[in-house]
Every structure is written in structure tokens, then in C-alpha cells.
């Protein structure tokens, strides 16, 4: 199961950044591919608004 990002999201990138597999994508809406994300954790550890988790 992978993280997901929530509607508290504010779209900083800074995830983008962080995540060693390129599991995140923005558009619309930031999104978890959950084939490359191996919950790791880089993405949430960063996040300003506490918008990644499960």
C-alpha cells in the first residue's frame, strides 16, 4: 500500500525533491504512483502540511 497525499496538500514540491524512487507526480493534484512508491517515508518526513501518510 502506498502513501497517499492528501487535500492538505499545498503543492510546495518539495516531496517531488525527496523521493528517491520518482514516485510523485504533480498535476491538478500531487499524486503517489503506488508501483514505485515503497513507503519509505522521505516524502512525509518533509512535508510542511503534513499532507502524506497512509
Do not use: F, H, N, Q
Not at 525527496?18 to 491538478?28: H, R
Not at 512508491?37 to 512525509?44: D, L, V
Request: glycine share 12%.
Amino acid at each position: 500500500m502506498a502513501l497517499v497525499i492528501s487535500d492538505d496538500c499545498i503543492a510546495c514540491g518539495t516531496c517531488i525533491d525527496e523521493c528517491p524512487m520518482g514516485a510523485i507526480s504533480e498535476g491538478d493534484k500531487y499524486s503517489i504512483d503506488p508501483d514505485l512508491c515503497t513507503e519509505c517515508g522521505t516524502c512525509a518526513d518533509v512535508c510542511p502540511s503534513g499532507a502524506i501518510g497512509k
